[in-house]
């Protein structure tokens, strides 16, 4: 079983830059494709980037050219650099293994970390 971890949340200024850090105690997720999620209060959560077990990588369309995923896995770490944050980017972010179907769908995942806050400052 894969078991995740994020961390690297916190506060920042609007334009600032954060990296957040999903790591696996579990099981090897080297097979797996990640991805990174993220939840608004009261708002449904949303498909934030994607990264397959060869390193193909995708993007919501509202981080496209400020985000970038990234995946070490000799370390079972899978990584969201986050530059010019905007205060839209304030959300709960949370990792997940890929198990079958579209990425960008929450139901198509299997295993979930616990998530990180990270607020963006206006």
């Known amino acids: 079983q894969v078991r995740l971890v994020e961390s690297g949340g916190g506060l920042v200024q609007a334009g600032g830059s954060l990296r957040l850090s999903c790591t696996n105690s579990g099981r090897t997720f080297r097979d797996y494709g990640m991805g990174w999620f993220r939840q608004a209060p009261g708002k449904e959560r949303e498909f934030v980037a994607f990264?397959?077990?060869?390193?193909?990588?995708s993007y919501a369309d509202s981080v496209k050219g400020r985000f970038t995923i990234s995946r070490d896995n000799g370390k079972e770490t899978v990584y969201l650099e986050m530059n010019s944050l905007k205060p839209e980017d304030t959300a709960v972010y949370y990792c997940?293994?890929?198990?079958?179907?579209?990425?960008?769908?929450?139901?198509?995942?299997?295993?979930w970390g616990q998530g990180t806050q990270v607020t963006v400052s206006s």
């Open positions: 990264i397959t077990w060869s390193t193909t990588t």
């Open positions: 997940a293994a890929h198990a079958s179907g579209d990425y960008f769908s929450p139901s198509a995942y299997n295993y």
